[in-house]
């Protein structure tokens, strides 16, 4: 189990696991892998202890409940936890500022850095939500399916993606 603390793990390995995660989605959830609808699941729960009528809207009320949409939850409670004990096992926790973001963007202050990341986090999200998918569900789970849909949404992010890290890091 040495792998486990190298400080990166082969990009080949960890696609081929992650590939291989559609598998038991599909046979034991009847889902594809994804977690931006997991974002409607708790958004929509939790709105529905201040409006309990949030119920009645169809698009909320479908990510409410059942296990498809709490499995979502689970995958990027995992995720989070994975990334956790992958950094302190390989010994290289980051905390403080990167060094990538204090070139791009400078060393401000936690608080403008956590707005910034709230912020993007929430652009990103939003863009997910209107595709109908993540990177994940529409990179992974689309393009294993073959999904036409998913290819152009893939294209489209990493464009979005490549013109963005230029105005980021203004090399345009």
Do not use: E
């Amino acid at each position: 189990m040495s792998f486990l603390t190298k400080r990166a793990w082969s990009p080949y390995a960890a696609g081929i696991v992650v590939g291989l995660l559609q598998i038991p989605a599909f046979l034991f959830m009847q889902t594809a892998l994804g977690t931006s609808s997991s974002y409607v699941t708790i958004s929509a729960n939790l709105a529905s202890f201040v409006d309990p009528s949030i119920t009645t809207i169809k698009y909320a009320s479908n990510h409410m409940s059942g296990a498809k949409n709490w499995w979502q939850v689970a995958l990027i409670a995992g995720i989070v936890l994975g990334a956790f004990v992958s950094s302190r096992l390989s010994g290289t926790p980051r905390w403080g500022v990167s060094p990538v973001w204090a070139k791009a963007m400078g060393a401000h202050s936690p608080a403008r850095r956590y707005f910034m990341a709230f912020l993007g986090g929430v652009i990103m999200v939003f863009g997910a939500r209107i595709a109908d998918g993540c990177t994940s569900g529409h990179g992974v789970s689309g393009i294993a399916q073959l999904a036409v849909g998913s290819f152009i949404a893939v294209t489209a992010m990493f464009g979005a993606g490549i013109i963005a890290a230029n105005l980021i890091y203004k090399r345009v």
